[in-house]
């Protein structure tokens, strides 16, 4: 037999096929007209393959929900409010207080954007239909965009239906396998994903740590063609400001390409909310790629991408999640418009923003609460340690009235699950004192019956 055949019988024996099926394809191997038993090899691939219910991601949902019985704890996700969710939540028939909203400056039932919603919808319906590409583009997309390009002091901006997906389809249409990707250990999931699927090496850094970034870059960038710095202008777990700078010294120094996800920057951090462009007075265009989304400050749904004129064409013809997928809802997108105006108009809002959240962090700190390098702006996370901490932590937290959602794995490391604080212009100092002075007193009691389950 020829080594292929010989190898080809190896296989069938690792499949472990019926005799008769195995004499049939030797059989089909040299030609004697028998056909290939493809029934047999259907049948020996293990039913485990074929159900969802053996996935081992499916394992682990099944053995969280048994601890979280165990301890007699309700899943703390996916709660359903009964109506609008700003600085105070309504679940169940019970009022709230709420810190998990990202409502940064409260404008979330604003009239003026329930104006600009409702003109929107009566001129252009609710669906923009299909990629805007084919089904065309309404005035509130580039309205939006020529917006948010001014605001930021940059050539142009575009628009996607998801944050997400501008995160991964951005990275992953412009940079390949010959590319290096360098970004903090803190990174948001999509940016993850884009560098993923670009296919780009990556090399991960811890949050912020500038020295152990210049190493990889001296030791890596050379081996290169393109390059790109990632990193998020005020870190959605860890409430940390990026150190904007600095990055944009080392992309220069390196020769890289440097991209800022606005996420939670937009509307908290900068006089006018303008983010960290604005906050360490560095020079807009000195950043290769701005990322943002829209769910947050302004209100709407998706994500923008804001740079150069030849950075949006590249991503208007070319990125997958704007190309194939569907154009912003028009409402959303004159809502998105409307916020954005005023938050410039009243800078009020994202002062009162960044007094909350200054006032909280310090609150934090005094009632001894570890909070990490949290920088006082928008969010406070309340590092705990233990998942199960974090979950029994919040389940009391909710039931003196106090909404703050756990992050646990694979959200943060293991062993750094949280309490995040989301902070709104609109909280009153009272709120945000009963929310620390609670969460002093509970994290001991969730402490305590972490460890009488553990024991
Ligand atoms: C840093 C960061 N980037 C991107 C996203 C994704 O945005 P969206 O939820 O609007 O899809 C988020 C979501 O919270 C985020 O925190």
């Not at 360098?182 to 912020?208: C, E, K, M, T, W």
């Not at 929310?435 to 553990?454: K, Q, S």
Request: with cysteine; hydrophobic share 40%.
């Amino acid at each position: 037999m020829s080594e292929q055949s010989t190898k080809r019988t190896e296989k069938i024996r690792r499949f472990g096929m019926r005799d008769e099926d195995k004499a049939r394809l030797l059989a089909a191997m040299r030609g004697e007209g028998a056909s290939l038993p493809t029934r047999a090899i259907t049948k020996t691939i293990s039913p485990e393959y074929t159900r969802f219910d053996t996935l081992p991601c499916y394992t682990q949902v099944l053995i969280e929900k048994a601890v979280a019985e165990k301890l007699g704890l309700e899943q703390p996700y996916y709660r359903c409010h009964d109506g609008l969710s700003q600085e105070w939540a309504v679940i169940d028939g019970v009022r709230l207080s709420n810190f998990s909203c990202y409502d940064y400056l409260g404008l979330n039932n604003d009239e003026r954007l329930h104006k600009a919603a409702a003109d929107a919808a009566k001129r252009y319906g609710f669906s923009a239909s299909a990629s805007r590409l084919t089904a065309g583009e309404r005035p509130p997309h580039r309205a939006l965009e020529q917006a948010l390009a001014e605001a930021f002091g940059v050539e142009d901006a575009l628009v996607f239906v998801s944050g997400h997906g501008t995160n991964v389809s951005t990275i992953a249409s412009l940079f390949g396998p010959k590319d290096v990707i360098f970004s903090d250990q803190a990174s948001h999931n999509s940016l993850v994903l884009g560098a993923q699927l670009s296919q780009a090496a990556r090399f991960v850094y811890p949050i912020n740590d500038m020295a152990a970034l210049r190493k990889l870059l001296a030791q890596h960038r050379a081996n290169f063609q393109r390059a790109l710095l990632v990193t998020e202008g005020l870190f959605g777990m860890d409430g940390v400001l990026t150190r904007l700078p600095e990055l944009i010294a080392l992309k220069r120094e390196y020769s890289c390409f440097l991209m800022v996800d606005e996420a939670h920057s937009l509307g908290t951090v900068g006089p006018r909310g303008l983010g960290v462009a604005e906050h360490y007075g560095v020079d807009p265009k000195s950043v290769d790629i701005w990322m943002g989304t829209l769910s947050k400050t302004l209100c709407g749904c998706g994500g923008y991408i804001a740079g150069s004129k030849v950075l949006t064409e590249i991503l208007r013809f070319e990125a997958p999640g704007f190309v194939y997928s569907v154009g912003m809802p028009p409402m959303l997108a004159a809502v998105s418009r409307c916020a954005l105006a005023c938050m410039l108009e009243e800078p009020w809002r994202v002062e009162r923003l960044q007094e909350n959240s200054r006032y909280m962090l310090s609150a934090a700190q005094e009632a001894g609460l570890a909070t990490g390098n949290a920088s006082g702006y928008a969010l406070v996370p309340v590092l705990v340690g233990n998942s199960l901490t974090a979950v029994l932590l919040s389940k009391l937290l909710m039931e003196k009235g106090v909404l703050a959602l756990p992050i646990i794995y694979p959200g943060v490391p293991e062993g750094s699950a949280r309490l995040r604080f989301f902070v709104s212009a609109r909280h009153t100092r009272e709120q945000i004192a009963r929310a620390i002075e609670l969460t002093r007193d509970l994290l001991p009691v969730a402490r305590e019956r972490t460890e009488n389950f553990a024991g």
